[in-house]
């Protein structure tokens, strides 16, 4: 069964402090990806990699970072969190096959608040 | 850039039939999703076309117009468990471009 874990499903946090949030995943996918996930604005895509420590920029990477150390691991950093960062994050993991479309899979999310 | 709109909200009647509808512009396309997403809860994948016409998967059809931008998702039989956000995604260069998604409420 596929399997994608986020590290918390709240997470309480004060301004300025540096956040790290935890996505593992058990399927051996290539692509993963990080969303931010506001009312009345959708998902939008903030990091995304397609390798072991590759990473490219989504629609809105200002103020984070990532990591992918390894395949199953990719972790979004807030290098200095603000009120504006408290959001719904999701990550989400996608195969890659050539000339074939897979769905993407997502974690629970981790609901994050700056205070 | 990409812009896809779809509707902020919908009411229907349970045993009823809803379409949603979704239109896009995107600078690629590989194919077009869509996920079923309860509160509080991650989207899951309900549907996905890449070739024009309509694909049915038991109470859910998803139909598709590459040359229209334009596609639907039509909800069948409605039941309460059904009240949820749906995403519309154009998917190009490996990567995802969500809608704000539908909020869809079935009343009895």
């Known amino acids: 069964d596929v399997k994608v874990t986020q590290s918390s499903r709240y997470l309480v946090k004060r301004t300025g402090e540096k956040v790290f949030l935890e996505c593992v995943q058990d399927?051996?996918?290539?692509?993963m990806f990080w969303y931010r996930q506001d009312p009345g604005l959708g998902l939008r895509l903030i990091y995304f990699?397609?390798?072991?420590?590759?990473?490219e920029k989504g629609d809105i990477p200002e103020g984070y970072s990532v990591s992918r150390e390894k395949k199953e691991r990719f972790s979004l950093i807030l290098e200095s969190a603000s009120t504006n960062q408290t959001s719904m994050y999701l990550c989400?993991?996608?195969?890659?096959?050539?000339?074939?479309?897979?769905?993407?899979?997502f974690g629970p999310g981790t609901r994050l608040t700056v205070t | 850039g990409q812009n896809i709109d779809q509707p902020t909200e919908m009411t229907a009647t349970e045993g009823a039939i809803v379409q949603i509808n979704c239109t896009y512009q995107?600078?690629?396309?590989?194919?077009l999703f869509w996920y079923q997403q309860h509160a509080g809860e991650a989207p899951t994948f309900l549907s996905y076309?890449?070739?024009?016409g309509l694909e049915e998967k038991g109470r859910f059809s998803s139909f598709l117009s590459r040359s229209k931008g334009y596609s639907y998702l039509l909800l069948k039989e409605l039941q309460m468990k059904d009240s949820a956000s749906y995403l519309c995604?154009?998917?190009?260069?490996?990567?995802?471009?969500f809608g704000d998604g539908t909020t869809l409420t079935v009343k009895p």
């Open positions: 989400a993991t996608l195969p890659f096959r050539e000339r074939e479309i897979y769905e993407q899979y």
């Open positions: 399927m051996d996918h290539e692509n």
């Open positions: 990699s397609y390798d072991v420590k590759m990473k």
């Open positions: 995107t600078s690629g396309f590989n194919g």
């Open positions: 076309n890449v070739l024009d």
């Open positions: 995604a154009v998917c190009s260069a490996g990567k995802s471009t």
